[in-house]
């Protein structure tokens, strides 16, 4: 170890997290790593999961926990990058390619090829580069890399044939730093360790180096939310010590799994593989001699298509309820809807390779609607007569005296697992997928085929089986007996189907096939694939059908071959129910139980438990963690479709866990429960952790109360801000879905020490002085940076904001009295709804305060603190355009800090990654009256103003137009003077992006300027 290892010399040093943090680099690697979707490390072992922490983001957390900050900011973060592998040369290794010695010669003005390369016969070769190898005299020259040229000086010269990209767009074309974990790091450590005073050549190395330089040991990263483990396995892949525990046993099973799977030795790899494979041969056997599954021919069911079918109270007939009866795109195959008058009931034919017409005819089914929120309704014709039945009709929907809805479905019970014949809702099977495997043994051929009679009886075959083991592998715990308990998301199977148990969403041939591998699996390892393949089971999956090619390319779809499948359950976030869905049969299912995963070995020490965050037991240095703070995952209730597989007879490793969702002790919403929850949290890992420890609380920044709530939580978990960070973490799929973009937000705590006291007057100077300081480190920064990176800001405006904000928060949360108030007791006091409580008026007043730092350049700030909320919006952003930003977050993030209540009637485009503001033409005589957040205001008179030059009116009515528009113009000569400011501010964005109205706002400031007055 170097002997600049002091134990304990980096105690009290401020952590570099706490100063900064390359955030628009890290978003564009997060894009990078959520792009990678099923490519993910993690992903594979239980896709289901959602909201997933990116591993790219905890690792930049834990680094920027453990290293200092020192008074050299610029060089904390290039090594900082470096360890990220953001550095030009560690694009070298990221590069799909590396460049030949040819390749660089030809393009890289190199003074003396022989200071690198040997060229071979070299007689011929001139002696410096670029060299023009079509000459023919070099034809046959060979070139290689000397021996004694480091790979850093290798790096160095072929980082220079990197393309000259913005940051986002290397990222895009560049492999993910943990894709090349072996290769990239390899030319940091000399830097890094001058840097730190470290000896490191490894990250468990360095890590293990500054966690003794700060607290004395190996540094403990503790998650109590650690849900798919996402941030316990980069902590330990790192080489921390590892604390981790989720409420919910899944989330608690999918860290286990992290650890023991993906992250487990080759050793342990191979035996696992044997034994799934043991286990997948073992139950297909039963499965084969049961022989329901397969048709004597070599064939085996890929796929069962069921829909529900119901009786038409109108006609009396049998009408299988089926949406769409393409089975197939890629086949041209449908089922065919054939009356049989004499049953009133219909045959369904399936028929491939059907015409272009018959296949669109095919996309309108049986249950049709008029459009989205619309009631759905069964619809079919008979002799010509056509008939339509609101399915809340057919259910017999009606509402109860207290207003809720309720219908008339027969509950199912316990024992049932199939409807009864008196029910409403009937299931049918009406198409089977078949595979068989090609002649040459590698690849398979697909059919669709019509229910034969054989079809039938192997599916009586199974029910009987099912139906004489249901109670005793029920019983056994191979086959769920839980209920289902009602809530948000699982309302949706009791209200639409009648469904009361968890078993009753799966059909027969998934109980069976379920029950035998649930029977077999009883290792933790076991239950965690398991968990897997559920997703792809039950009658909750979704039939799809896509031609080939024909997802869009770069979105993480298929654009290969067309593709029939059933999905998969959690591709949302909620418990849907439909009216024909597609099970799996037993041999893709097994063969997805086996399928090969990614191999990450971890090499820290990890304990994962099952606990409530408020439990934890333990002392870590670092709590990373990530609540469930606006997180529209209900995990308490969906992750229920697993419990009810996984919580009878656990294997010894999951043994103490409680095998519950613990529904009343989940975090979540935003009430005084959530609140009561999270400070109770908090609160105790801020006991368990040592003084100098440090948290990152991680949340998306969803609403301006964010603020307020997240100071309470701190304020009364003893916890004080030192740092907030906005990182893009959604992806561009996700930002184009709704209007709403989410980011997520870092806070940096630390224990609050002592018992300080201030008031609100002296407050407002402090945070005015804190704010002021922080936005000129993080501007000085951007323009030291400035050359180093390709002329990228380290920081954009957003964060600048942001870091105004934590700013701050960090001044009021070092306090603990304020004008008097205990603020921790102030914290958790119940609230009124509607109240503005004491802490939300110094939130607002602070982030005021941040907000009036942010002035863009060109407008004098006393000016500047007298315009309204959407002239500032307006201001800011055209300023931001003008930099070439174009993504909608930043209008939201604008919009809200200056409180524009819609800022929607200012923008020209709202697309995610091409939003807009409007120029003064479009606005047109748009936003002047009344109703608008522009009305009156100055900024609304020049834009008018301009939009009248461009359209050529006489600049004596344009002039005499605006001093109607602005009030008090004659009689508040400031009103004038701001006008002529906003002219010129306007004439200098506008240059480049709309030169003509540039132009107009250089005269209008000019009219103005040269109006006689009195
Ligand atoms: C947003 S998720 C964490 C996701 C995680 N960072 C990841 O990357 O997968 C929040 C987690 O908090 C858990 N949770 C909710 N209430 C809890 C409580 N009282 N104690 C511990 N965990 C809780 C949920 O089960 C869920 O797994």
Redesign the pocket.
């Known amino acids: 170890m170097s002997a600049g290892v002091t134990p304990f010399a980096l105690k009290d040093a401020p952590a570099l997290i706490e100063r900064l943090l390359p955030v628009q680099k890290l978003s564009a690697e997060v894009f990078k790593e959520r792009k990678a979707g099923p490519g993910q490390t993690l992903v594979p072992l239980g896709a289901y999961?959602k909201?997933?922490?990116p591993l790219i983001l905890n690792k930049a957390c834990i680094l920027g926990c453990l290293l200092p900050a020192s008074d050299n900011p610029a060089r904390d973060l290039e090594i900082f990058e470096k360890l990220m592998a953001m550095d030009d040369e560690s694009f070298v290794a990221r590069w799909p390619r590396r460049p030949k010695p040819k390749e660089i010669l030809a393009t890289l003005n190199i003074a003396c090829i022989a200071d690198y390369f040997v060229c071979n016969p070299p007689t011929s070769m001139p002696q410096s580069a670029p060299v023009d190898w079509s000459k023919p005299e070099l034809e046959d020259v060979r070139v290689h890399w000397r021996d004694d040229i480091s790979e850093l000086e290798r790096h160095r010269l072929e980082a220079q044939m990197l393309p000259l990209a913005p940051y986002r767009e290397r990222v895009e074309a560049a492999k993910r730093p943990e894709e090349v974990m072996d290769t990239v790091h390899g030319h940091i450590w000399d830097a890094v360790n001058a840097h730190l005073g470290t000896s490191a050549r490894s990250f468990p190395e360095l890590v293990e180096q500054l966690g003794i330089m700060r607290y004395g040991h190996r540094p403990r990263v503790a998650?109590?939310?650690?849900?798919?483990?996402?941030?316990p396995f980069e902590a330990a892949r790192l080489g921390c010590d590892v604390y981790a525990?989720?409420?919910?046993p899944v989330?608690s099973m999918l860290t286990w799994g992290a650890f023991r799977i993906i992250g487990g030795s080759a050793d342990e790899r191979v035996q696992l593989e044997r034994r799934q494979q043991e286990l997948v041969d073992k139950v297909l056997r039963e499965i084969d001699k049961l022989g329901v599954e397969t048709d004597g021919h070599g064939w085996r069911a890929k796929a069962y298509l069921y829909c529900v079918e119901v009786r038409c109270p109108q006609s009396g007939w049998m009408v299988p309820l089926i949406p769409s009866r393409v089975l197939s795109y890629g086949k041209q195959a449908i089922a065919e809807l054939v009356p049989v008058a004499s049953q009133k009931r219909y045959d369904i034919r399936v028929r491939s390779g059907v015409s272009d017409d018959d296949l669109k005819a095919a996309s309108k089914g049986t249950v049709c609607s008029d459009g989205r929120g619309q009631d759905p309704y069964l619809f079919h014709s008979v002799n010509g007569v056509e008939y339509r039945t609101k399915i809340s009709t057919l259910r017999g929907d009606f509402r109860n005296a207290d207003g809720t809805t309720d219908n008339k479905l027969r509950l199912w019970e316990k024992t049932d697992f199939k409807p009864r014949p008196e029910d409403l809702f009937q299931e049918r099977l009406y198409a089977v997928h078949w595979m068989k495997p090609k002649a040459n043994g590698k690849k398979f051929d697909y059919e669709f085929r019509t229910v034969s009679d054989h079809d039938i009886r192997r599916e009586l075959l199974v029910e009987e089986f099912i139906g004489r083991h249901l109670a005793e592998w029920q019983a056994k715990g191979w086959i769920p007996d839980m209920r289902i308990e009602p809530g948000d998301k699982t309302d949706e199977p009791i209200r639409t189907r009648g469904w009361t148990h968890w078993h009753h969403l799966f059909p027969a041939r998934h109980l069976l096939l379920l029950g035998l591998l649930r029977r077999e699996s009883r290792r933790g390892e076991e239950l965690v694939l398991l968990s897997r393949i559920l997703d792809y089971t039950s009658k909750l999956c979704r039939w799809t059908t896509s031609k080939a090619g024909s997802s869009k390319s770069g979105q993480g779809g298929r654009t290969g071959g067309a593709s029939d499948n059933p999905a998969n359950v959690f591709y949302n976030q909620a418990l849907n129910t439909f009216y024909n869905y597609g099970c799996r049969g037993s041999f893709p299912l097994l063969q997805l139980l086996g399928a090969p995963l990614p191999e990450a070995e971890s090499l820290g020490r990890a304990s994962v438990v099952c606990?409530?965050?408020?439990d934890m037991l333990a002392s870590p240095d670092i709590c990373l963690t990530?609540?469930?703070y606006g997180?529209a995952?209900n995990?308490?209730e969906i992750?229920e479709f697993f419990i009810a597989w996984l919580r009878k007879n656990p294997p010894p490793e999951f043994a103490d866990w409680v095998w519950d969702s613990r529904r009343s002790?989940?975090?979540?919403g935003d009430d005084e429960n959530f609140r009561r929850?999270m400070v109770a949290?908090y609160k105790r890992m801020t006991e368990c952790m040592p003084d100098n420890g440090i948290q990152v609380i991680?949340f998306t920044h969803q609403s301006g109360s964010i603020w307020a709530d997240m100071a309470n939580i701190v304020w009364a978990a003893g916890l004080q801000v030192t740092a907030a960070w906005y990182v893009a973490t959604e992806t561009d799929s996700a930002l184009r879905e709704g209007s709403y973009v989410k980011g997520t937000v870092l806070l940096v705590c630390r224990k609050r020490h002592g018992a300080h006291k201030t008031t609100h007057d002296d407050l407002a100077w402090e945070i005015q002085e804190e704010v002021d300081v922080q936005v000129r480190a993080l501007t000085g920064l951007n323009q030291q940076a400035k050359g180093l990176y390709r002329d990228e800001n380290v920081f954009e405006d957003a964060d600048i904001q942001m870091a105004g904000y934590a700013a701050s928060l960090r001044v009021l949360t070092r306090y603990a009295v304020i004008d008097g108030r205990d603020m921790a007791a102030e914290a958790i006091r119940p609230r009124v709804k509607g109240e503005t409580t004491f802490v939300d008026s110094l939130i607002e007043f602070a982030v005021d305060t941040a907000n009036r730092c942010l002035v863009p350049q060109g407008i004098p700030q006393g000016h500047w603190d007298r315009l309204g909320g959407a002239e500032r919006f307006y201001l800011k952003l055209l300023d931001m355009e003008a930099r070439g930003a174009k993504t909608l977050d930043n209008y939201q993030n604008f919009a809200k800090a200056f409180k524009v209540r819609d800022f929607r009637p200012l923008m020209a485009s709202q697309r995610a990654n091409e939003a807009r503001l409007k120029s003064a033409v479009e606005f047109g005589r748009a936003e002047m009256s009344e109703g608008s957040e522009l009305h009156q205001s100055v900024l609304r008179a020049v834009l008018y103003g301009m939009m009248e030059l461009v359209k050529n009116v006489d600049g004596s009515e344009v002039l005499a137009h605006l001093t109607l528009n602005i009030p008090d113009y004659y009689s508040d000569m400031t009103r004038r003077e701001l006008a002529v400011e906003l002219a010129d501010y306007l004439a200098r964005r506008l240059e480049a992006m709309r030169p003509e109205e540039a132009g107009a706002a250089r005269v209008l400031r000019e009219l103005v300027k040269n109006q006689r007055l009195g």
């Open positions: 999961w909201g997933r922490k998650d109590t939310f650690c849900g798919s483990g996402q941030s525990s989720d409420l919910n989330g606990q409530p965050a408020a990530d609540p469930p997180s995952v995990y308490e992750l002790l989940a975090i979540k929850g949290a991680m």
